[in-house]
Antibody, heavy 120, light 106 residues
Framework: EVQLLESGGGLVQPGGSLRLSCAAS????????MSWVRQAPGKGLEWVST????????YYADSVKGRFTISRDNSWNTVFLQMNSLRADDSAVYFC?????????????WGQGTLVTVSS | DIQMTQSPSSVSASVGDRVTITCRAS??????VAWYQQRPGKAPKLLIY???TLQSGVPSRFSASGSGTDFTLTISSLQPEDFATFYC?????????FGGGTKVEI
């Protein structure tokens, strides 16, 4: 059974940093790209970032480019999102999602999300 | 960047009703569209990918079609567990993007 377990969310002041983690199990982690998708309170889904299975390819939404960094540790089946220079509009539930298969950018499994609140 | 425009933003329906949701891409994206269902407080769930392929385990009352710029999701006979918010997503190119969502209400 595929499981994605996010952690690392919490309350942070504007300008601060936070590192999210997503521990994956139940599938061959090294074969799939992984993503982060966020959802602000009462709002829709927003794609944030994707990392390829071999870590060579990383992609970012313009809203986070230069501030967020996605990475993965294939030895530990974990994907990370380092978030710097956080702003109030980064407040959201952050979901970790597995991509369907090579070159197909559909999200077939999702974690339950971790809440990030940016506030003073 | 590709924008996905979803309509309607909300729809009121009853159990047994047929419901259709549309999504329009700002440029042609062949068949690179997925549809998701999100119940309150839960993670989204993949229903349809590649515009019309039903994800494993998804009931057959869900169907979808389209290519190019116009896509539709149809629920043939609404069930109580289908009251949720539905999103389309383009998977053609980065940055990936979602439609604004359609809330299906009783």
């Amino acid at each position: 059974e595929v499981q994605l377990l996010e952690s690392g969310g919490g309350l942070v002041q504007p300008g601060g940093s936070l590192r999210l983690s997503c521990a994956a199990s139940g599938f061959t982690f090294t074969s799939y790209a992984m993503s982060w998708v966020r959802q602000a309170p009462g709002k829709g889904l927003e794609w944030v970032s994707t990392i390829s299975s071999n870590t060579i390819g990383t992609y970012y939404a313009d809203s986070v480019k230069g501030r967020f960094t996605i990475s993965r540790d294939n030895s530990w089946n974990t994907v990370f999102l380092q978030m710097n220079s956080l702003r109030a509009d980064d407040s959201a539930v952050y979901f970790c999602a597995k991509l369907y298969k090579g070159g197909w950018y559909y999200f077939d499994y999702w974690g339950q999300g971790t809440l990030v609140t940016v506030s003073s | 960047d590709i924008q996905m425009t979803q309509s309607p933003s909300s729809v009121s329906a009853s159990v047994g009703d047929r419901v259709t949701i549309t999504c329009r891409a700002s440029q042609g994206i062949t068949s690179s569209v997925a549809w998701y269902q999100q119940r309150p407080g839960k993670a989204p769930k993949l229903l349809i990918y590649a515009a019309s392929t039903l994800q494993s385990g998804v009931p057959s009352r869900f169907s979808a079609s389209g290519s190019g710029t116009d896509f539709t999701l149809t629920i043939s006979s609404l069930q109580p567990e289908d009251f949720a918010t539905f999103y389309c997503q383009q998977a053609n190119s980065f940055p990936l993007s979602f439609g604004g969502g359609t809330k299906v209400e009783i």
